[in-house]
């Protein structure tokens, strides 16, 4: 170490002028790229999340998010909570990762800037970083510190990133020109021409930082210094394709097996794209003399943006019509196993980085739940009359899985609340915590119901025949309210939703006069007590899916209307609403049961 720092070339000093140089890249890098994400990064997430298969819209989608993030990382890592999440397909992701790789490669062309030569032509030298630097780090600093709006702030904080990454990255090359002519470095670069320890070398360093984006910029400081030629270069290059997924990767621990697919992905894709390009450049390397001499040469920083530019198009060119095959690579590294379907029931903490795709996301999982809670009371209706093992043994599974929704939608709705969103996304939010309880009491009367069912079989209970007639008129009418609430929350239909509330209250009608005809029934022994006591029960069970159907259809014209004001929405639809009385004596008449009690 001794030697190391006691030489003419580079000493302790330098050393320290190197690191101070590195930590101002590296804070500008993070700063400018927090910036930029926060600026930009939703509208660029909400993007990513409406990715169709379209293989050129998801490559097109993935280089834009990548150049206004400076982060193909960000990119891949927003990618594994996407297909961890169920918003897009591993096929897609694919070809978003394809897009982020090459638009990773702008920052590179970005940084070369720092090599426009002091005395080139003055129009050039006005885009040289240390001629407009500072200029964009006095604007920036004053609309950080005197603007108070966020948007204001944030463009400043950008400005003043990239000014503190630019002046970084002219402190590292200057603190290293001392080593251009020491015969110690020059004999350590050597062994980096090789183009395995090269790669490796770059793989090591970007998986370090975290950022092929920052580990391109301190390579480019190395050749602004004179010390890197084309040999060294490239492979370092290729090597930092393969360092960058190391942050995917970190994201995907815990994943489902899809979410951790996209991450492999990412690694498979970057590591067969460098081994190709690598066979070639050391086959060229070695047959052809005139390019060995070449590859001699010092590398300018532009020249290793359009290195990593073209490493990355033609790896695109050569990897695009195998992306089915490098799907099924990853499937077969990953392979599913037998897994509970309740644990795949699963909301990404990730997604909570925009709050508008998380509650979309929420969105689709309660229509999912709606849809299993519905087709679970409308099987054990099925049961009163065609009872089989296999659809008990479904609706109390469905059962489950409407449990598992309910817990895993309410805890997240309620993260996502704490978060800054408009007001239509809080009424949104507001609306699903309400109605996954209403969907989940729903899956829990279709139980109820198939236990009634159960224990007619099981005690050869039978109803007279009036009262299966009874039954099915008030089935009949429980089946059409849940399918106008469900088709109301699906469709956000108000339409739908105002029909619901008469037919709750003809429901209701046909409860007590069902109730009050058993009772007669009873008294003329036409039925039994046993039959009575399951006939309650399914009264009781059928009113009260109605009475959640309410108060789901209720929630919709509550945030149609901006109020969540529940019974105040459902207390105005009754009140001189001439629909609602017109739309009651129409179900009054197709749900008609006689009373027993005007005989």
């Known amino acids: 170490m001794q030697a190391f720092f006691n030489n003419n070339y580079f000493d302790f000093f330098d050393f320290l002028k190197m690191m101070w140089g590195l930590a101002l890249f590296l804070f500008g890098m993070s700063v400018m790229g927090a910036a930029l994400e926060k600026r930009a990064g939703n509208n660029m997430k909400n993007l990513l999340g409406k990715i169709t298969g379209n293989k050129a819209g998801g490559i097109t989608a993935g280089a834009a998010v990548t150049v206004v993030t400076q982060s193909s990382s960000a990119t891949t890592v927003m990618i594994v909570g996407f297909v961890n999440s169920g918003i897009m397909t591993l096929a897609q992701a694919i070809n978003v ?48 510190m005197f603007s108070k709006q966020t948007k204001k702030k944030d463009i400043g904080t950008i400005m003043l990133g990239f000014g503190v990454l630019m002046m970084g990255m002219e402190a590292m090359s200057g603190s290293v020109v001392g080593l251009k002519t020491w015969p110690m470095f020059g004999e350590v670069m050597q062994k980096f021409e090789n183009p395995i320890m090269g790669v490796l070398l770059g793989t090591i360093i970007t998986a370090a930082i975290q950022s092929s984006a ?48 996209a991450a492999i992905a990412h690694l498979s894709f970057n590591v067969i794209g460098t081994i190709i390009w690598v066979i070639v450049f050391w086959a060229l390397k070695i047959v052809v003399s005139p390019f060995a001499v070449f590859l001699q040469g010092e590398i300018s920083a532009w020249q290793i943006a359009l290195c990593h ?31 509970n379907a309740i644990d795949e029931i699963e909301l990404d903490e990730r997604l909570l980085a925009t709050p508008a795709l998380a ?37 109390r599974e469905d059962e489950d899985k409407t449990d598992h929704y309910e817990d895993v939608l309410s805890s997240y709705l309620v993260k996502i609340s704490r978060y800054d969103i408009s007001n239509s996304d809080s009424r949104e939010a507001a609306m699903l915590l309400k109605m996954i309880g209403d969907f989940e009491r729903i899956s829990d009367h279709a139980v109820n119901i198939l236990e009634s069912a159960e224990e007619m079989r099981e005690k050869g209970i039978e109803f007279s025949g009036t009262a299966r007639e009874e039954i099915k008129t ?22 739908m939703a105002v029909t619901v509330e008469p037919l709750e ?56 209307n901006h109020n969540m004001n529940l019974h105040e929405s459902i207390r105005a639809l009754k009140e001189d609403n001439e629909l609602y009385k017109r739309e009651y004596l129409a179900y009054s008449e197709k749900y008609a049961v006689k009373s027993e009690a005007e005989d």
């Open 309 to 339: 530019t073209v490493f990355n198009v033609l790896t695109m060119i050569v990897m695009l019509p195998f992306t089915k095959w490098l799907e099924a690579l990853v499937c077969k590294l990953i392979p599913d196993n037998k897994k």
């Open 359 to 395: 509650l979309e996301r929420c969105r689709v999982l309660t229509v999912e739940m709606a849809s299993l809670a519905v087709e679970s009371l409308n099987s054990a209706i099925s049961c009163l009359t065609n009872y089989t093992e296999q659809k008990a043994k479904n609706i």
């Open 505 to 560: 209250s003809v429901i209701d009608d046909l409860k007590d006069i069902m109730r009050g005809n058993h009772i007669i029934r009873l008294q003329r022994d036409e039925c039994s007590t046993l039959a009575g006591f399951v006939w309650s029960d399914l009264l009781t069970n059928f009113e009260r899916t109605s009475d959640h159907c309410s108060n789901i259809a209720g929630t919709v014209i509550d945030v149609a």
């Open 474 to 495: 008030i089935t009949y009418a429980v089946s059409e309210i849940l399918n106008l609430s469900y088709l109301s929350f699906v469709n956000n239909s108000v339409e």
């Open 214 to 261: 920052a580990s391109i910029g301190i390579l480019q400081s190395l050749a602004l210094a004179g010390l890197v030629n084309w040999a060294v270069a490239i492979p370092i290059v290729m090597g930092q394709n393969i360092g960058t997924t190391i942050t995917a990767l970190l994201s995907a621990i815990g994943a489902t097996k899809n979410g951790q697919r």
């Open 97 to 144: 990762i394809i897009g982020a790789n090459v638009g990773t490669t702008a920052t590179g062309w970005m940084l070369s800037l720092n090599g426009i030569d002091d005395g080139a032509a003055l129009i050039l030298k006005f885009f040289k970083p240390t001629s407009f630097t500072p200029l964009l780090c006095l604007v920036g600093i004053s609309m950080y």
